[in-house]
C-alpha cells in the first residue's frame, strides 16, 4: 500500500496559502514531493481571479474597514471571499495516482470521494456535475483542478458555519441583491455542515473523515508530513512574489469600464429584474444578477443561468439561455426563456 502525506497548514494569510500552492504544485511536478493531501483555512480574504481587477470586483471601503484581506488567485474565475468559517482540502498528486488525465472524470472520482466523507455524518451528499457537492440539492462544497504537466492540484472547499451575507457585502454587486429577501434566497441555496446537523463538528473530526474517504478511494494510507527543504525554498520564493501590492493589482481597470448596468420589465410571469456587469470594451456579459417577483422552480434555477452567462460574448445571449432551459425541466409559470434575454438587453442597452 502506497503511503501519501498530509499536511495542515492551519489558518493563514490569502498570501501564504497562494504561495503553497504554487511551491507543492511545482515540488509534484519536479518529483521534489510525495502525492499529498493539504488542510488550509483562510483569514477573512476577498480573493479575485487571475485575469481580475478589484476595482471592478470589490468594494475596496468595506474590505478595508472590516480588515478583508485582498490577495489574487493564480488561477482564473470569479471573485469570491474565504474566512475561517470554510476549510480547504487540496490533493497534489501525479498522473500515475489517477490512471486518467481525463478532468471530467478526475473531477467526479475525487468529488464522489469527499462527498461519502461528509456523508459519513449521517448527511446525504452528492456529487454535482461539473464540480460541486450539495445535499438535497444546496451547496456544501465546491471544487476546482488543473495539470501542471504532470502534476495536477485538485482543491476543494467545505462549508462548516459559512454565511453568505459575508461574501455577498465585499463584493461589488448590486444593492438589490444585498436585500433581505435576496440574501435568504442566497442563504437557501447553500448549506452548512452546522445546519445539517444542529452543531458545528470539530474540524479535526472533519478532517479525519475526509482524509479517510481519499485513502479508501484511493488505497492508499497517509502519514503526517511537513514541507521539505526544496518545498520550503519554493514556498519563501512564491511569497516574495505575491506578497506585494505589484501582484494584488496586477491588472488594473476602472469602474468605468465595467458598470453595472439594470433594468426591469413586467412580463405575464412576473416582475423580472436584472443587472448585467458590462463589459463596454469587449461586449462581454461578465456576471448577471437576477432578481424580481417570479416563480421558478427548482429555485437554483436562476443561479445556475447566473452561471451559464458568466463572461459571455453578447451576441451569445440567446442561443446561450435557449440551450440553458432547453436541457431542463423547468416551472416557470408563464414566464419564459426569451424574458430573461430581453431584460438583460434592456439593462445592456441602458448603458449604450
Known amino acids: 500500500m502506497q503511503t501519501w502525506r498530509v499536511i495542515d497548514t492551519g489558518i493563514r494569510r490569502a498570501a501564504e496559502n497562494f504561495a503553497l500552492n504554487r511551491a507543492l504544485l511545482e515540488a509534484r511536478k519536479n518529483g521534489a514531493s510525495p502525492s499529498t493531501l493539504r488542510f488550509l483555512q483562510f483569514k477573512p480574504s476577498a480573493l479575485l481571479g487571475y485575469h481580475q481587477s478589484a476595482e471592478q470586483e470589490l468594494k475596496l471601503d468595506y474590505c478595508a474597514e472590516h480588515g478583508i484581506d485582498i490577495q489574487r488567485r493564480i488561477t482564473g474565475g470569479g471573485a469570491l471571499y474565504m474566512d475561517e468559517t470554510q476549510f480547504g482540502w487540496e490533493l497534489y498528486l501525479h498522473k500515475s495516482d489517477l490512471g486518467s488525465a481525463d478532468m471530467t472524470a478526475i473531477a ?83 448549506v452548512n455542515l452546522k445546519d445539517l446537523l444542529g452543531y458545528a463538528p470539530p474540524l479535526d473530526e472533519v478532517k479525519g473523515r475526509v482524509q479517510q474517504a481519499f485513502a479508501a478511494e484511493f488505497g492508499v494510507k497517509f502519514e503526517p508530513g511537513g514541507l521539505n527543504e526544496t518545498e520550503q525554498k519554493l514556498f519563501r520564493e512564491a511569497l516574495a512574489q505575491i506578497d506585494t501590492p505589484e501582484w494584488i493589482h496586477l491588472v488594473r481597470k476602472p469602474q468605468s469600464d465595467l458598470p453595472i448596468l439594470e433594468a426591469g420589465q413586467k412580463f405575464a410571469g412576473g416582475l423580472l429584474r436584472a443587472a448585467v456587469a458590462y463589459d463596454r470594451v469587449g461586449s462581454r456579459i ?58 438583460v438587453k434592456q439593462a445592456v442597452d441602458s448603458g449604450r
Request: charged fraction near 30%; aromatic fraction near 8%; include cysteine.
Open 108 to 190: 467526479r472520482r475525487i468529488c464522489e470521494a469527499a462527498a461519502r466523507g461528509i456523508s459519513s455524518f449521517g448527511v446525504d451528499a452528492r456529487f454535482r456535475p461539473r464540480n460541486d457537492i450539495e445535499v438535497g440539492g444546496r451547496k456544501i462544497s465546491g471544487t476546482g483542478g488543473a495539470f501542471d504537466g504532470d502534476a495536477l492540484l485538485y482543491q476543494g472547499t467545505l462549508l462548516v458555519e459559512f454565511d453568505v451575507e459575508k461574501m455577498l457585502r465585499c463584493l461589488r454587486i448590486p444593492a438589490e441583491k444585498l436585500s433581505d429577501k435576496a440574501i435568504q434566497d442566497a442563504r437557501d441555496r447553500v
Open 286 to 343: 461578465k456576471q448577471t444578477w437576477f432578481t424580481g417577483d417570479i416563480f421558478v422552480n427548482p429555485r437554483r434555477t436562476v443561479a445556475d443561468l447566473e452561471a451559464a452567462l458568466k463572461d459571455l460574448a453578447l451576441d451569445k445571449l440567446d442561443e446561450t439561455v435557449r440551450g440553458f432551459f432547453a436541457g431542463r425541466q423547468v416551472d416557470m409559470l408563464t414566464l419564459t426563456p426569451d424574458d430573461f434575454i430581453a431584460v
